[in-house]
């Protein structure tokens, strides 16, 4: 069994090979079966198993330089997690979790690229510190379940709500990433104790001014020649400002405006402000290139064979660059039945929303053109790129990112609570 450490994947990433390597020094002679040290419902965890987690654990205190706790407190622990793994992979059993071979490589070849090696380079330091490369294989397969496990049954015990996201920006946390605003401004002052017609007077001049700028006016020229404020002569650059360092009524009326709006006068008790967004950055803003796609999917199946899959697409590919449908196709036969009912459109697609193997053929595709047939995870693909645009989600990104951390927080709870119920509820029988 490969050192734990290798293959830290219930935090949901895999840590870096020196790291694994480090603390894995198993010797490839097969252990004796000698004992079962517990039953854990219908299966048992063997003192062979037993005894090599406890080594792990101690060659990792190890190269930690951390003092190993005597084995009273170290065996209950490790007994401990060594249940709940056997329970979490029967929970993957019993609910159709797998991880395929696709996935387990693509787990193999992510921590060889990221340690700047190739396939070949990682088998050899595996072997180099007397691993045996298959058993190394399945380990990482078993981790990689027990996180899906993980993760399917306590994410979906998690709900964040709209008011907790509210809540959640308009905290302290929330704040850290607020934007700040490249802005250029005009005021038309009005007089201290100003008669009702020197008010009048000032707004009509402020329309005045900004009718000039919606037709295309300089907007710095403008304010050199006409604006009362003190940043006049610099063309009414205000620099870079938070939001909340402008006064509150200006930062309403700019709040949602786009780099390079102008905003109609707004009233203050100075004046009347013409406010320039040039330029937005931090947390609020994003630009991001989005792509309009549509594709159609077809998996294998009990009478579809990955290779007759392979054919079909194949075939469909021909005849979509003989004219037919793509629409019409999608509905016929994607086995994608959500996009499928819709011609195949997955409506604009952002990065990092597909997944990789989609991701880089619609990222290459040009628009209005077909990829050739390619296979991600979820079967065989057929996309068509339809258009892109660069669209402004920065209220989307900053949302997401308040209910990202708002869940990671919860999960972290809900997973104690979780793992300590299934632990409840199974029947585990610790030999003496």
């Given at each position: 069994m490969i050192n734990s450490k290798l293959m830290k994947v219930r935090q949901f990433g895999l840590v870096t090979l020196?790291?694994?390597?480090?603390?894995?020094?198993?010797?490839?002679?097969?252990l004796q079966l000698d004992s079962v040290v517990a039953i854990v419902n219908d299966d048992v965890v063997l003192a062979s198993e037993f005894k090599q987690r406890i080594q792990i654990i101690r060659e990792q205190l190890n190269a930690r330089k951390q003092r190993i706790p005597p084995d009273n407190i170290l065996e209950p622990q490790v007994m401990d997690r060594l249940v709940l793994d056997n329970?979490?992979?029967?929970?993957a059993d019993q609910q159709g979790i797998k991880v395929t071979d696709r996935q387990l490589n693509d787990a193999i070849n992510n921590i060889a690229s990221r340690?700047?090696?190739?396939?070949?380079?990682?088998?050899?330091?595996?072997?180099?510190?007397?691993?045996?490369?298959?058993?190394?294989?399945?380990?990482?397969?078993?981790?990689?379940l027990i996180a899906q496990v993980q993760q399917s049954n306590v994410s979906r015990r998690i709900r964040v709500?709209?008011?907790?996201?509210?809540?959640?920006?308009?905290?302290?946390?929330?704040?850290?990433?607020?934007?700040?605003?490249?802005?250029?401004?005009?005021?038309?002052?009005?007089?201290?104790?100003?008669?009702?017609?020197?008010?009048?007077?000032?707004?009509?001049k402020a329309n005045s001014i900004y009718q000039a700028l919606v037709n295309k006016a300089d907007f710095a020229e403008t304010a050199i020649a006409t604006s009362n404020a003190p940043n006049a002569l610099n063309g009414g650059d205000l620099g870079w400002r938070k939001a909340t360092e402008l006064p509150e009524t200006l930062t309403a009326a700019v709040s949602n405006m786009k780099p390079g709006d102008i905003s109609a006068p707004i009233k203050t008790p100075s004046g009347f402000y013409i406010a320039q967004l040039r330029d937005k950055r931090g947390g609020t803003v994003q630009l991001v290139e989005q792509t309009q796609v549509r594709h159609i999917l077809?998996?294998?199946?009990?009478?579809?064979?990955p290779e007759q899959t392979k054919r079909l697409i194949e075939r469909l590919y021909t005849r979509l660059n003989q004219g037919?449908?793509?629409?019409?196709?999608?509905?016929?036969?994607?086995?994608?039945?959500?996009?499928?009912?819709?011609?195949?459109?997955?409506?604009?697609?952002?990065?990092g929303q597909m997944v990789p193997e989609f991701e880089q053929v619609m990222q290459r595709t040009p628009i209005?053109?077909?990829?050739?047939?390619?296979?991600?995870?979820?079967?065989?693909?057929?996309l068509q790129v339809q258009d892109r645009r660069t669209q402004d989600m920065g209220d989307q990104v900053k949302e997401s990112q308040a209910r990202s951390t708002i869940s990671k927080r919860k999960y972290a709870e809900e997973l104690v609570n979780w793992l300590r119920e299934i632990r409840s509820q199974a029947y585990v029988e610790i030999k003496p």
């Open positions: 020196a790291s694994l390597l480090l603390s894995s020094h198993l010797h490839a002679a097969p329970l979490m992979l029967q929970l340690n700047s090696m190739t396939l070949p380079q990682f088998r050899e330091a595996l072997i180099a510190e007397g691993q045996d490369y298959l058993t190394a294989r399945e380990q990482i397969r078993r981790e990689m709500s709209d008011q907790e996201i509210k809540n959640f920006l308009k905290s302290d946390s929330g704040a850290a990433n607020q934007s700040e605003l490249l802005l250029s401004i005009i005021l038309i002052a009005i007089p201290e104790q100003a008669s009702p017609e020197q008010i009048q007077a000032s707004d009509t077809l998996k294998p199946s009990e009478i579809r064979s037919e449908s793509f629409e019409e196709l999608a509905k016929e036969l994607s086995d994608d039945s959500a996009s499928g009912s819709e011609g195949g459109d997955l409506n604009w697609a952002s990065p209005g053109e077909l990829s050739a047939p390619f296979e991600s995870r979820f079967g065989w693909h057929i």
